[in-house]
């Protein structure tokens, strides 16, 4: 089955202690993303990744690390978490955001809710 | 700046009323892509549409019509005959070439029995 799945759906942790948020799809996708969702802010992009090795900002990068050292697998890393990065987390993934006239769909996974007390 | 609004926060409307979620993008790019996403009380989001910059051609699917105006930079999505599993927060955004995405902030839509 076609899927993004992200580790794990819920975290609660204390402001400091590095923590790390998987996310692997297995559809051969180019193009991953890391969103984080705030009420009444709606959804938005921490970072993204174009392919292997390239990552580039988002809206809301500051506190956060990626890599993306394999094609499948596009982690988050909060080094040092702290309680305003308390959120609902999204990754997601797709082919390359713009092709020619084709259009491809993001596919998202089912969430992280992080808690930093 | 890159930029999308929805300025309905929250509609409710009852069970087989046609209702309407504005979307209004800022863009500086020449092409771009739009699209709509619908996130449901389970909270998973699930895809609606994608709509790119040259495409102006509108849309329907079933119960669902969506009418891409350039000149207005809108992009707004219809739901005909509401019903009560149309009720969740539905996003708007706006996507570039080089991969950077902008989403709304929701309009939560209620459908009342």
């Known amino acids: 089955e076609a899927q993004v799945t992200q580790n794990p759906r819920y975290l609660i942790t204390v402001t400091g202690k590095k923590l790390t948020v998987t996310c692997s799809q297995n559809?051969?996708?180019?193009?991953m993303s890391w969103y984080r969702q705030d009420p009444g802010l709606g959804l938005r992009q921490i970072y993204y990744?174009?392919?292997?090795?390239?990552?580039d900002k988002g809206d809301v990068p500051e506190g956060y690390k990626v890599s993306r050292k394999e094609k499948r697998n596009f982690p988050l890393i909060l080094e040092s978490p702290s309680p305003n990065q308390t959120s609902l987390y999204f990754c997601?993934?797709?082919?390359?955001?713009?092709?020619?006239?084709?259009?491809?769909?993001?596919?998202f996974g089912p969430g992280t809710r992080l808690t930093v007390t | 700046a890159q930029k999308v609004t929805q300025a309905q926060t929250e509609i409710s409307v009852v069970e087989k009323e046609d209702v309407t979620l504005d979307c209004v993008y800022e863009?500086?790019?020449?092409?771009?892509?739009l699209f709509w996403y619908k996130q449901p009380p389970s909270g998973e989001l699930v895809f609606l549409i994608r709509?790119?910059?040259?495409?102006?051609q509108n849309e329907i699917s079933g119960r669902y019509s969506w009418n891409f105006q350039k000149s207005t930079s809108s992009f707004n999505f219809t739901i005909t005959a509401s019903q009560v599993v149309d009720s969740a927060v539905y996003f708007c955004?706006?996507?570039?070439?080089?991969?950077?995405?902008?989403f709304g902030r929701g309009t939560q839509l209620t459908v009342w029995p």
């Open positions: 997601a993934s797709s082919l390359a955001p713009f092709s020619g006239t084709l259009g491809y769909e993001q596919y």
């Open positions: 559809m051969n996708h180019e193009y």
């Open positions: 990744s174009m392919n292997v090795e390239v990552t």
């Open positions: 863009t500086r790019d020449t092409t771009y892509y």
């Open positions: 709509r790119n910059s040259f495409d102006e």
């Open positions: 955004g706006e996507g570039s070439t080089l991969g950077r995405l902008y």
